[in-house]
């Protein structure tokens, strides 16, 4: 089982950039993870945003995230990171850290463990 606490998210003006953090804790062994960050804007269904493997040898991103957004991972650390940069009014909502085994990366219902979410507002 993995606990996930994210953080990192507040109000930003569009073109700014943020970073977050997500910490894992608990009993399984957090390489064995694959990582994802999801968001949820409001009235929207939640979606896939980025993740990163395990061993961070790979990475996958929304076409949305696509060369403005990279997500990162320190193992030493049980540590996912999600550095956003030239962020939009639409990059707006609760984005979530969620840990995944198996089933299609790209795939909200394949992530097992979820955090409680950080808001981000990014204003025009």
């Known amino acids: 089982q993995v606990q996930l606490v994210e953080s990192g998210g507040g109000l930003v003006q569009a073109g700014g950039s943020l970073r977050l953090s997500c910490a894992a804790s608990?009993?399984?062994?957090?390489?064995?993870?694959?990582m994802g960050w999801l968001r949820q804007a409001p009235g929207k269904e939640r979606e896939f945003v980025a993740a990163i493997s395990g061993s961070g040898g790979r990475t996958y991103y929304a076409d949305s995230a696509k060369g403005r957004f990279t997500i990162s991972r320190d193992n030493a650390k049980n540590m996912v990171y999600l550095q956003m940069n030239t962020l939009k009014p639409e990059d707006t909502g609760v984005y979530y850290c969620a840990a995944r085994s198996i089933g299609y990366v790209y795939d909200r219902r394949s992530y097992e463990y979820w955090g409680q979410g950080t808001q981000v507002t990014v204003s025009s």
């Open positions: 608990g009993r399984s062994t957090f390489i064995t993870y694959t």
